[in-house]
């Protein structure tokens, strides 16, 4: 959520310190191997700790400072820690640190190498260690979070079974409770432990954890929600809220919350910033206002005293500059108080100063104060899922988890969010906001069975979309959590009032969807509905940059650079699942380049002559188009006569047969025929218009009225494309075949499927249900040369050439 919705605070200034110390267990079993071919536990947390560096390096913050020891060994040239060695001191990390760590890992020999720096192993005591990490972090200033990160191969380095007998165990407890700083609110402290390899056995119940030492000092050190990388990211960062308030419900009836932000927008490096080199210190330049008098005063003064030194003066240009703010900074801070804000209405100059402007935009609110509730689906249609969420407060108010969780079952079950006031401090904006309930357990919702008047209705689900988009939700346990997600709404003065003329464009341009429109939509996106989970997703431009930092200061690209957030068409899996989708949005819509040829020559027609539109209403089933399909299908012959011969329909006024055999040989221009349905009783009257031996053609057309069944469209075919035949058997019901167009020959194309008596006049057609033509029965093929056809067949015969031309010159 932006500035303009909730207030952003800004926590990365001086006083966020975050200190974290990497302890390596240096024992010998750590430079083995568990399984042969694999890495050494000692060499893969080491390559923990590298990942988790150079994040922080490439982080817009200096708020990080890491440090890295190694325990059990003979050298300790640190005072106040005994038996370990310091690897990295902890402090802002640099290209020295982490080359450090990397040249360690690069090395062939890694025990040798740890040797040479530690000296050898020698036993140590862990509380020695944790107690001399304690003094470091009371030493540094601005301590906001302070952490200690042990990683080890060991179960159990207290030596005996029952260890809390053990006096080892004790002193590490109590070294441990003194880095976490119970009792002590203003720093937050953790310890944590990584036990290698991750794939080791890990107890979920809790009677055996119970058994194991270290979950005694580390709750979720045993946890397999998340690996190892996650882990030590989540114990480095500070669970800081941005503020704790009462929510209240109604008189007498309160309980305190806290807000937290779950997720934060990550950056790139601002390269406008400047640093100095040794501390790395952002460089700040502040300006101050001072009165026109006293800017002058100021310069004569200054300026005198250092012309009365002459040419020999031996103060520096810096040197007067910093005399020169040390001489205005009163008067600045002075003017700085008497600062005026004016503004012009109605032509008048009204200027209010300081005080008048504060107590102006002063408004003390601070807290959630809850207006009312509303149905979930009402606040979804305005906003999106916030990244702030409320998590109850018990150190404040006791009692308030438990007034939490069940408005929080409530809600959820209910699917009602609370409108609320929101206001997390005194000099903070003052939002309207929707609490919107999340719970992971889709079943605790319950069926609504009342209605907008309040009467019964039938038991109904919940919204299956909405809880449909809930599940995908699910996934992403890593960044929604159960509770109270904040979501800002608008005041009525910040609505945008000529989004109506928008509808009114799109009503006025076009028309409404068809359902057969809206069909091949609904299919595509059932098809590529998935899971989302921000894990799989990283920052292009923030990957980008990473690599390169880490090439430049290592000289080894240790982020690779991929793209994770490619389009699901250039995956060749994801675009194989939707493909039959995507030809049909194609051909819905009318997007083939085909369809958008225009043939200047004919009057603007294509090669692609749409003759009515039989399915405006819809796309119907593969079922309802064979019988749709089968109505076109006609014969020349009583439905009483023992042999039948088929015609088949084109458009609304014109059917086709074929023109060999003893009856159709015999048809002449203008000679009557009757046709007869084969799927009902109709009849209809027509007469020849139409006559080609060349390719065995009769053209027939009604001499009054029209069909009320034609193809959808007429196409061009082509050889490789999939055809439908339909025709009729010998007891005169619809027959179908299929194939592919094998060849052309002399504007001929012969198919795939077998010929039989009976298939003369049968109509073929493509998937889409186009006319392509009729199949006849032709055995010898003359007329090669255009010119020696009739003059009617020669000017239908350039036209097709005409079109195939224009199409091959487009494709080229």
């Given amino acids: 959520m932006g500035k303009t919705r909730l207030e952003e605070d800004d926590y990365e200034g001086a006083a966020n310190k975050r200190y974290t110390f990497f302890v390596i267990d240096g024992s010998s079993a750590m430079f083995e191997t568990s399984k042969p071919g694999e890495e050494s536990e000692f060499k893969t947390a080491l390559k923990l700790i590298l990942d988790e560096m150079v994040r922080v390096c490439c982080s817009r913050s200096l708020n990080n400072h890491i440090g890295v020891i190694v325990t059990g060994t003979k050298n300790s040239e640190t005072e106040g820690i005994e038996n370990s060695t310091i690897l990295v001191p902890m402090g802002v990390l640099g290209q020295e640190e982490v080359n450090t760590i990397k040249e360690i890992i690069d090395e062939e020999g890694l025990l040798s190498a740890v040797t040479n720096i530690t000296g050898g192993y020698h036993e140590s005591d862990l509380s020695n260690v944790l107690n001399y990490c304690k003094r470091v972090f009371a030493s540094c200033p601005n301590t906001r979070h302070q952490s200690v990160i042990y990683l080890t191969n060991n179960r ?167 005399q020169k703010c040390k001489l205005i900074q009163e008067e600045a801070v002075r003017n700085r108080r008497e600062l005026k804000k004016s503004i012009v209405l109605g032509g008048e100059k009204i200027i209010l100063d300081g005080e008048q402007f504060s107590f102006m935009n002063k408004l003390e609110s601070k807290g959630v104060d809850v207006i009312g509730f509303v149905p979930m689906s009402r606040v979804d249609r305005e906003v999106a899922l916030s990244s702030k969420i409320i998590q109850p407060n018990d150190q404040t ?129 059932k098809k590529s509905i998935r899971g989302y989970n921000p894990s799989f997703y990283e920052n292009p431009r923030l990957l980008s940059e990473r690599s390169a930092l880490c090439l430049a200061a290592t000289g080894e690209e240790l982020i690779e650079r991929k793209d994770t957030v490619e389009p699901y068409y250039q995956i060749p899996n994801r675009r194989q699942r939707v493909g039959a989708q995507i030809e049909r949005i194609v051909e819905t819509f009318a997007l083939n380049e085909d369809r958008k040829r225009k043939i200047d020559d004919d009057g603007g027609s294509s090669d692609i002559m749409d003759f009515q539109e039989p399915w405006s209403e819809g796309a119907p089933s593969e079922r309802v188009r064979a019988e749709w399909l089968e109505r076109l299908v006609l014969t020349t ?132 249900s186009n006319f392509i033509g009729v199949a006849i029965s032709k055995k010898t093929f003359k007329y090669r040369d255009i010119k020696k056809k009739p003059i009617e067949e020669q000017l239908w015969m350039r036209k097709v050439q005409k079109i195939e031309r224009k199409g091959i010159q487009r494709n080229l």
């Fill in 397 to 525: 108010t006791l009692g308030s988890t438990n007034m939490y969780r069940a408005l929080l079952d409530r809600c959820w079950a209910r699917q009602q969010a609370m409108v609320a006031k929101y206001q997390s401090g005194a000099g903070q904006k003052m939002r309207i906001v929707a609490l919107v309930p999340f719970k992971k357990d889709m079943t605790l919702i319950e069926p609504s069975n009342l209605g907008e008047d309040g009467e019964e209705m039938e038991d109904k689900k919940p919204d299956l979309l909405r809880l449909e988009q809930q599940r995908a939700q699910v996934d992403s346990s890593e960044w929604l959590h159960e509770g109270f997600m904040l979501v800002g709404l608008p005041f009525r003065e910040e609505l945008r009032d000529d989004f109506r003329r928008f509808e009114e464009q799109q009503t006025a341009l076009t028309e409404e969807s068809t359902k057969r429109e809206v069909d091949a939509m609904k299919q595509f996106v």
């Fill in 156 to 322: 159990n380095p207290f030596g005996r079974d029952d260890f809390w007998e053990s006096s080892y165990f004790n002193r590490t407890k109590t070294a441990v409770k003194k880095i976490i700083g119970l009792g002590q609110r203003k720093t937050l402290g953790e310890f944590s432990v990584i036990i290698l390899p991750e794939d080791v056995y890990k107890p979920q119940e809790k009677e055996e954890k119970k058994k194991e030492p270290w979950y005694h000092l580390d709750t979720e050190v045993f946890s397999t929600e998340c690996d190892a990388a996650a882990r030590i990211r989540q114990k480095i960062t500070a669970q800081r809220s941005h503020a704790t308030l009462t929510v209240n419900v109604g008189p007498g009836v309160t309980f305190d919350v806290s807000v937290f932000s779950v997720v934060m927008e990550a950056k790139p490096l601002d390269h406008s910033q400047k640093y100095t080199s040794d501390t790395e210190e952002k460089i700040v330049k502040t300006a101050g206002y001072v009165t026109k008098n006293a800017k002058l005063e100021v310069e004569e003064g200054v300026g005198g005293d250092y012309q009365t030194q002459g040419t020999s003066a031996s103060v520096d240009e810096t040197e007067r500059t910093l």
């Fill in 637 to 768: 012959t009583k439905p009483t006569e023992e042999t039948h011969r088929c015609a088949i329909i084109l458009d609304k006024y014109r059917a086709a047969t074929y023109h060999h055999g003893t009856k159709h040989s015999l048809f002449e221009i203008g000679h009557v025929v009757n046709l007869y349905g084969v799927r009902d009783e109709s009849q209809f009257k027509t007469e020849v218009t139409g006559i080609s031996e060349t390719y065995d053609v009769v053209i027939l057309t009604l001499t009054t009225g029209c069909f009320e069944t034609t193809p959808r469209s007429f196409r061009i075919p082509f050889a490789g494309l999939k055809y439908y035949q339909i025709g009729i058997n010998k007891y005169r019901l619809p027959y179908w075949k299929y194939g592919i167009i094998s060849y052309e020959r002399n504007f001929f194309l012969f198919g795939t499927s077998h010929g039989e008596e009976g298939d003369s006049g049968a109509g073929v057609f493509d998937k889409d």
